[in-house]
């Protein structure tokens, strides 16, 4: 499903590296996690995956089901079926949630030659999903993320994804400021979305979400590479010792950290 | 105090091309003062202080450059709207294409007719919210259409309206010079909304004096025309009584020159003033809002929110002001102009002026310009919107709240059809 070589990354703007070569791969309907500490890049490969600018891509490659991604625009990788929840989702004054909804699944529907979604089915497809999330009509109504609390964000960006129907899902810390109950919610809506044709990739700070989301591969990055990959047990170490010990192997064998 | 030289020789050049109208003792008394009024304050000048912006110079000229009419096929606006339609051809009535007026419920004549009535309601409002509006802000162009105004109507609702009166403003000669003077009388309790739309002359000089009871509301809504090539000088001149309200919404997207004031005095207790604007400008489009409310009543409220978007070096200006004077207390008072510029060439300038005599208020005011934001842009095409789709949805919500200010929805969503077909006309460009 996706395949990223030899990713390498640096600013536009500034003579930065951020990612130093990145190798991943992720197969049809599996879950991968990425955890790593602050600042090794996660984000930035998120944001990277869907074409955001002041970033530029100095080697490697990032295949969707064979399509170069970093040839398209944004939107042509949206409706090629990447998404990407954000870790800030962002606050759009004037523009309502539903409106936005609509406009950008009509649009992707557009892109891929499919006929545009009725009024009266959208509305039915958006109320189902929301009632899963307990997203209320209000915040339905209201414009994109404007007043929305930092869990509300959180489970819009969800609701998002579960009416756009994406393959590929990115979630860039997606657990980050949801209580206890917020995160069983958001997990019950990926685990929902799960199935052979669609894959995950979780960026996670907190073994937790990993205990409702269970990830079939867990990935360390740090300091633009990936430096450990494993399974869930992996997720776990990383809860108890912290990044430390996996960090230290890895100046072991050489490696510039 | 005798004015500049070049001042006094334009003033005379104008007032040359110009022929007074004939009418009763009443019109004459008002066209002969604001006469005096011209020539007494001189035509506008570049120098004055509130046209350092705009330029007035094709304002005054003796003759209109000549506007190019706009040859599209388009659906009217507000013609899904049930009204009776007031047609204006070149600045001149033509009663063969307008409805019935007797079917808006209210009192409706020509200026024509009315001028010669020995005894007229509108005695006490023609010309005269304009000479009030005359201080301490001149405001020549509109003296001069008191004096010289042709035609229009006299509007006077004493209950409410049955629908709304719409003035429909056709432009057919590329060299027409067209000066309307409306007046507006909305009685005690009574309710009237008035549309106005169409390019309506190569130059247009027109005012609008409205009087609102106690009580009584007024809705005013206008577009402001495709022609491109056209110039308009309006003023709207608006006294409003206790518990009254007003609420005037302009959009404009076109004209190489418009020049827009509103003279808003709340002189009753609890009554409620708004004003918006939302336009958007392209290439040698100028345009320019320039408003004065007084608060000279208790626990008033006023609003003023002007939007622009400006794009290919178009200008756009701002001079608002509020002023509370001293017996004017518990006034709520609020103003914003903001300015979207999507490129660096366009230009916007803001005057925003606050003045204050009493002491237990609220005022507000803000003036922004900014490009499009960048990260809602791309959060936007991240869900797949295409770049143009996005831009223009982040255009529409930033005018959003100025056509919040149309309460009729059904005007508001006309309105918003058409200033997404200006933004869809240009992405195709
Ligand atoms: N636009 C930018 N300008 C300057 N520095 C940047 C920019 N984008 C990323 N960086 C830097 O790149 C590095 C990686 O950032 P990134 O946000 O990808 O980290 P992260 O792994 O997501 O961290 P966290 O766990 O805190 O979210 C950081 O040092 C960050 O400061
Ligand atoms: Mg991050």
Redesign the interface.
Known sequence: MLEIKNLHVKLEEEDKQILKGVDLSVGAGEVHAIMGPNGSGKSTLSYVM????GYEVTDGSIALDGADMLEM???E???AGL??A?QY???????GNMT??R???N??RK?RGQEEISAADFLKLIRERAKELKIGSEMLKR?VNVGFSGGEKKRNEIL?MAV?EPKMCVLDETDSGLDVDAMKLVADGVNALRSEGRSFLVITHYQRLLNHIVPDVVHIMANGKIVKTGGKELAMEVEENGYSDILDAQNETGEVV | MALPQAKQDTTEARLAALTRPEGAAWASTARDAALARVREMGLPHRRDEYWKYTRPDGLTAPEPAPAALFSGDEQPLFSEIDRVRLVFVDGVFDPDRSDDPTLAGVEIERLQDASRADIHWAKEVYGVLEARGQVPVQRPLAALNTAFATDGVLIRATGKAERPVSLIYLHESETSDAILHHVVKVEPGAELTLLENGPAAARFNKVLEVEVADGAAFHHVRAQGRDHERQAVTHTFARLGRESTFKSFTMTANGVMTRNESVIELTGDDATAHVAGACMGDGDFHHDDTVFVTHDAVNCESRQVFKKVLRNGATGVFQGKILVKPEAQRTDGYQISQSLLLDEDSQFYAKPELEIYADDVQCSHGSTSGAID???L??????????S??QD??V??????AIEEIDDPAIAEDIRVRLEAWLARRRKD
């Not at chain 1, 989702?89 to 523009?95: Q, S």
């Not at chain 2, 529409?396 to 709240?401: G, K, T």
């Open positions: 869907s074409g955001r600018d625009e944004p939107e990788r949206a409706a998404f990407l954000f989702p962002v606050e759009i004054p004037g523009v936005f909804l406009t950008a699944l649009a992707q892109a414009p998002q756009l | 960048e990260t809602a791309f959060y936007l095409r991240s869900r797949g919107l295409p770049e789709e996005a949805l982040l529409l919500a930033f005018l959003a709240e």
